[in-house]
Every structure is written in C-alpha cells, then in structure tokens.
C-alpha cells in the first residue's frame, strides 16, 4: 500500500466517521471511574487468534477481588461491554475492585476473522482500530465457519488459561450475555472443567430452552438453514451500519428480537449497531437454526443436548432475564433454572412486575437506560457475596 493510497484511505475514512458521528471512546484522562485497559491476544488450540480487553484500577495496590470474564453474544464483539460511558459493565465491576476481561470470541471483534469481515469492519469507521484493520493480513481462507462447538470447546479454554495466569486467580467467574452464557452452560457439563476453573457464572438472557410459540424472529432464524450451504459467511455489518443511515427506518432483520428499543438511549442503539455488530458464520446459524426447531441447544451435529445435560452443573449460577426477551421467555428461564443441577443457584427475572422501573429485553438488560440502576447491582452483590466468603 503507498503512502498516496494510505493517505486517502485516511482521509477518507475521518470524513466519514465526522459525517456518521462516532460512538464515545474513552480517551486518556477521561475514564472517570479510575480505570486502565490493556488489550491482549491468545491463541486457541486450532489456531484461531482472540482479543482480550482488560479492565482493572489504575490504583495497582488496592487488592483485587476476583477475576470475572464477560463473554458477549451471538454476531456480537466484545465492545458490548464498554459501549457506552452510561452503561459500561466491565468499567463498573472493575471500579468495584475486580479484574474484568472481555473477550472477542472468533470470527468478531480483533479477534481472527475472515478477510472479508475485515474488510467490512472498516465501515463501522472506528479510527482507533482501522489501522489495524488495514494492516494485518488476515487471509486464511479456511477461517469462514466456526460453530457454538468451536466456542465451546476451543475458545472458552483458551480465554479462561490467559485470564488465571495473568490475572493470578486460581478460578475465575464468567458473565455471559446470550450466546456467551450459552457456551458456559455448554463449558460446565463436560467433565470435571467447571469445578476447576469456574467459581460462579451469571447467565444474562441466555436461550437454552425455547418454548412455543416462536417470535417472528426466531422462526426466521429457524428457516435460514436451507439457505446457509452456499453461504461463506453471515453479513450483519452491513444490513446494521444501512439501520444506522435511514435513522432507525430500515430495522435489523431480528432488531426486535434484540431489544425494547424504549428501554434504551437512541444514541446507545446507535453505538450498538454501528460498533457491536459483526458478522457471523453459517455453522452458528444453522446451530441456532436446529436448536430452535428442537426447542433445546444441541450441538452442531445434533448429537448432544446441552439442555438436556443442565442437571450435570453444579457451579454456583445467578440467571438473569427480562420478560420482554425476544430470544428467550420467562418461561424458558424458569425451566433452565429447574433442570441446572447447582445448590447455589438464583433466577431474577427483570419486569415492572417484579419491582424494577420496566420490562426488560434482550440487549438492554445490560445497555438499558436504568441497567447501571438495577441490573449491574444486582450482578455485583452476588459476586461479593462469593467472593466475600472466600477471602
């Protein structure tokens, strides 16, 4: 690439990102809760690279009080997490004293992804990490597809090995978010995996019981897979940052599925579609795809239940919802909560009902306006009541 090409690469992509109007970045000196980041990167067993962001106190001397990992959902990256200054979980529990990681599982984020998803990724026109984008060549071309499985079995352990030896922490907590919750669920039925590694997980709208009838959303999920043999990859980027340019009049394909959009600042929905969202691949669909037909997570061959395997857990789990889920019902919630085999276990369901300001959905259990209110204390005194005991 030369430097007149460059040049222009640059130019170019500033105008736009001044035209669009760019999501928050915290900026040096600007975090106001006292808090650092470092990105790392871990390889997987079969090669794939991850990105691991790092949330702690710049205050090295104040002791922390445990390692907790926030895992993002499906076509979702880790800036999920940290999106916003107003609903920022990782930044809260790390000013509460805990060493956070959020990762980029593969396929999203600066995690390994295809070419092509690269290449899309410079429309979200984030200029702190196009360079990157425009630097690195990621061109495997064996890296289209992955699957829940792939997360499950080689992603989780390669993040959960980083966290323990850099953080210190013989075990660590993992807070997942929708699919980042389901290959928790799936991580902790095999073996002996959970008791070693996991000291507490919080499920946050995590489908692994789908109950009739089906939202509109998820029966277009559940149709996809006819479509997907051809496919070399899932674009999302694109049909989200098209949502972003008509305000809102285009919607997502499962935009519904996604969130109470009342529930959550316009300018947030913004930053969530242009900054969140990554493209995905045909094998997690089409997982997605059995699973709903099915009523219950399978593995991408069918072959085993993870619903069914829930009563083999019996590490400590906090699960929450909303009553306004599109992904996952009441209901379902409270079947999960039955069949999950720990002692030590609490289902909340988030609803006007139940006392909390409104009806929770999908997304804005973590991005809602009043979530830094209600949601995230709820999540910080279940992991100071564990950790408290054990220190």
């Not at 699957?147 to 323990?164: E, N, R």
């Not at 593995?299 to 919802?321: E, Q």
């Amino acid at each position: 690439m030369n430097m007149t090409r460059i040049k222009v690469v640059i130019l170019v992509t500033v105008a736009a990102f001044m035209f669009f109007n760019s999501p928050y970045i915290f900026a040096e000196g600007e975090e106001p809760l006292k808090v650092m980041t470092k990105v790392y990167s871990v390889k997987t067993d079969d090669g794939w690279t991850l990105s691991v962001n790092r949330y702690s106190l710049k205050d090295a001397s104040l002791k922390k009080k445990g390692a907790v990992i926030l895992c993002h959902g499906f076509n979702i990256n880790n800036k999920f997490w940290d999106l916003d200054k107003t609903c920022s979980l990782s930044r809260y529990l790390a000013s509460n004293g805990y060493d956070v990681w959020a990762p980029s599982l593969r396929g999203s984020g600066l995690s390994s992804k295809p070419v092509l998803a690269d290449v899309r990724g410079i429309l979200k026109l984030d200029i702190v990490n196009v360079p990157q984008v425009l630097m690195k060549a990621p061109f495997d071309l064996t890296k289209f597809d992955w699957t829940v499985d792939d997360h499950i079995y080689k992603d989780v352990p390669a993040i959960i090995d980083l966290v323990k030896k850099e953080s210190g922490f013989d075990k660590v907590y993992w807070i997942g978010h929708s699919m980042g919750g389901i290959i928790m669920f799936g991580y902790l039925e095999v073996g002996t995996r959970g008791r070693d590694n996991i000291a507490g997980f919080v499920s946050i709208g995590s489908m692994m019981v789908i109950t009739q009838p089906l939202s509109t959303g998820l029966k277009m999920i559940a149709n996809q897979k006819p479509l997907l043999t051809a496919s070399l990859l899932i674009n999302t980027t694109a049909a989200s940052q098209f949502r972003n340019f008509t305000l809102g009049t285009v919607k997502n394909p499962i935009e519904e599925l996604l969130m109470d959009e009342e529930n959550m600042e316009k300018g947030v929905i913004n930053k969530f579609f242009n900054m969140a969202i990554d493209d995905t691949s045909p094998g997690v669909v089409a997982q997605f795809s059995d699973s709903i037909k099915t009523g219950k997570m399978v593995s991408s061959d069918t072959s085993y239940s993870y619903t069914a395997n829930l009563p083999l857990i019996t590490t400590p789990i906090l699960i929450l919802g909303g009553n306004k889920d599109g992904f996952v019902s009441e209901e379902g919630l409270g079947k999960t909560y039955i069949m999950v085999g720990s002692e030590d276990k609490k289902l909340v369901i988030f609803s006007k009902s139940n006392g909390y300001s409104t009806n929770y959905g999908h997304c804005d259990l973590v991005l809602g306006k009043n979530s830094e209110q209600e949601v995230y204390p709820v999540i910080l005194n279940w992991l100071n009541e564990r950790t408290a005991a054990i220190r």
